[in-house]
Structures are given as structure tokens and as C-alpha cells.
């Protein structure tokens, strides 16, 4: 399949400055640590695959999402993003390139149902309980069940009938989205079981900042999902089937929806912060702590492996086009590139 371009649209205008957690090395130890069990092993058993999936540098995903990460939690959420990563790599979004290799675990899995990675998630839940409320341990319980009861499950007859805003929808439905939310309370040591157990405009102010990171991760990864099933569970090339407009057009039209979900995000923010709820410290680190985590989620979109290809580096480039190698992708700057501080200024735009 040849190389195709698109836009490097505008991704953000309200977003802070993303940072990273203070102890790099504690994070890539952390990550070695977990993988160093002999169960988790189990979930990649094959060393090559097992190779292909380190090259994704998984780790700084947390290293650029959770910079007010408490230490003594660090070793559990490294684990359970690890994890999250690895299935994901295994069950759902396979590069193109890796996609003949891991056939074997992939139809081993499939056999044997996901037995191991319940059972090694499992675990990191019943860690989880020991700092996490009653309430907290019951609705991460939930939201794993739901997780695993949609792993990979986008890739039933019917996907390819699924509009852009159904298969967008599908995913921010999805159990993983509740997870993610619960580990970043875990992160910052903060309670919000009380607001989300009703629909309170703290719950919506998280769902809008999901659904924007969610679309981010649409324009990102269309590379590796296009060039490996036409980009089936994918936004992008929804859009342009049903509007029968190019892939570039459907990119942009993409991170214009993002856009417009990270303004929903803090709108919802601005009343929150008027309300009585809005003077509750927890509350107003769980709004800068999902701040952070979007903001660093951008970068690491940017920048990661996992979708640009093995050993790609970032060059910094935040606007411009992309062009999309089924094994690489290669950014090409506009002549005059918005520098990234500027792209997160809203009197920029």
C-alpha cells in the first residue's frame, strides 16, 4: 500500500505546556520491574514480539501524562499503563509491520480467551485496593469487567458499516475510558467517586477531555491502522466514507472535532470552578491532573514509536503535513511552523 499525506492539523489551543514527572529513570525502572515477572512475561512470550512491543517506549506515555505522580504509587501506574499498552498491542491496534509477526500470539490468545491478561490485571486491581476507597476499588472492578468485555470486539462483521461518530462513541463508551480516569485519581492520591457516581459536570468536564484525547489518537494512528486493515476502528477513514471526502479533508475535520471537544472540556471546567465543588482541593488537582494527563497524551502521540514507527524520533514539528509509510511515519514542517508553545496558546489561533 502506497505512502499517503495528510495534514498536521492544530490540536490544541487551551492546553498547558506538557511536562514531564520529575524522575525519568524511576519511570524506565518501573516499567523493567514489571516486565521482569514472570507473569506479565507471559503476556508477550514470543522475544521478538516481546522486542517489537519495547520498541514502543510504552513508559512515557506516563512519564509525560501524570508529572504530579506520587512516588509511592509509581511502580502500580507504570504497571497498569504497561499493561494497557501490551494488550492493546496484542488484541487490537497491531502495526502493519508487526502484524504477520505476532499472528502466532494473536491466534493463541484467541484460543485461550484472554486468561492470562485477566488474570495479570487482575492482580494489579487487587494492588490497586490498597490505596484506593471502597467506592474507587468498585468502580475500577466495573469499569475492568467492561474493558475486557470489549477488547478487540470492534472488529465484528459489522464495523465497517459504523459511522465515524458510532465507532467514536463505541470507544469512548468503553470501559477503558473509566479505567484511565480512575487511574489518574490513583496517581494524585484524590477521591471523585462522589461526582462521578452522579452525572455531575465534573464527570462531563472528564468524558469531553477523553473524548478529545480519544480523536488525538485517531489522527495519530492512522498510519499504522490504515496501512494494516484500512483504518477499520478508526474516526478518519469513517469520515471520509461517509462524507466521500479524501483522507486529508477527514483529518482535518478530525482535529476540528477535537478542538471543539477540548473547548467543551473547559467550559465545563469554568463552571465547576464557580460552583461549591470548585473550592474542594481534590477536585481542582483532579481538573489540573486531567489538564496534564491531555496535554501530555498530545506529546506523546506526537512523538511515540507506537505510531510513528520503530526508532522514530521527534523532530518537534507541530505543524505541516504528515506522510504515512506503512512502516514509518515522516513529518514534513510547514515553511512557517507554529513553534509548540504557540500551538497551546488560545490568543495564537
Not at 493463541?108 to 484472554?114: E, L
Not at 477531555?209 to 490504515?226: H, I, M, P, T, W
Not at 489538564?291 to 506529546?299: I, Q, V
Request: charged letters at 25%; one cysteine or more; glycine letters at 6%.
Amino acid at each position: 500500500m502506497p505512502a499517503i499525506e495528510v495534514p498536521l492539523p492544530v490540536l490544541t489551543r487551551l492546553l498547558p505546556t506538557p511536562r514531564p514527572y520529575r524522575d525519568g529513570a524511576a519511570i524506565r525502572s518501573a516499567a523493567e520491574s514489571f516486565w521482569s515477572e514472570p507473569a506479565a512475561r507471559q503476556l508477550l512470550p514470543d522475544p521478538t514480539v516481546f522486542d517489537a512491543y519495547q520498541a514502543q517506549r510504552a513508559h512515557e506515555f506516563t512519564l509525560w501524562c501524570y508529572p504530579d505522580l506520587r512516588a509511592e504509587r509509581l511502580p502500580l501506574v507504570v504497571a497498569m499503563n504497561e499493561f494497557a499498552y501490551a494488550a492493546d498491542f496484542v488484541f487490537d491496534n497491531t502495526d502493519a509491520g508487526e502484524a504477520m509477526m505476532i499472528t502466532e500470539s494473536r491466534d493463541q490468545c484467541a484460543d485461550n480467551g484472554i486468561g492470562a491478561y485477566a488474570e495479570v490485571f487482575a492482580d494489579l486491581v487487587h494492588r490497586a485496593q490498597a490505596v484506593l476507597s471502597p467506592r474507587q476499588h468498585e468502580r475500577l472492578l466495573s469499569a475492568t469487567a467492561a474493558a475486557f468485555e470489549c477488547l478487540g470486539s470492534h472488529r465484528d462483521a459489522g464495523v465497517k458499516q459504523r459511522s465515524g461518530q458510532e465507532i467514536h462513541r463505541k470507544h469512548l463508551d468503553a470501559g477503558g475510558t473509566w479505567v484511565a480516569g480512575i487511574i489518574i485519581e490513583m496517581a494524585i492520591g484524590v477521591d471523585m467517586s462522589t461526582h462521578f457516581d452522579r452525572d455531575s459536570l465534573l464527570k462531563e468536564f472528564y468524558r469531553a477531555g477523553y473524548s478529545a484525547c480519544l480523536l488525538v489518537n485517531d489522527v495519530f494512528s492512522l498510519r499504522k491502522e490504515y496501512h494494516w486493515d484500512g483504518g477499520l476502528s478508526n474516526t478518519v477513514p469513517a469520515l471520509a466514507r461517509e462524507r466521500g471526502i479524501g483522507l486529508g479533508e477527514a483529518v482535518t475535520t478530525v482535529a476540528q472535532w477535537a478542538l471543539e471537544e477540548e473547548q467543551r472540556c473547559y467550559d465545563l471546567r469554568e463552571r465547576i470552578l464557580s460552583t461549591p465543588a470548585g473550592s474542594d482541593p481534590g477536585v481542582r488537582a483532579f481538573i489540573t491532573a486531567v489538564e496534564d494527563f491531555m496535554a501530555g497524551d498530545l506529546l506523546w502521540h506526537r512523538l511515540s514509536p507506537r505510531y510513528h514507527g520503530k526508532e522514530f524520533e521527534y523532530d518537534g514539528t507541530t505543524c505541516g503535513t504528515m506522510v504515512l509509510h506503512p512502516d514509518r511515519t515522516l513529518y514534513r514542517p510547514a515553511e512557517q511552523a507554529i513553534p509548540a508553545a504557540k500551538e497551546m496558546s488560545v490568543e495564537q489561533q
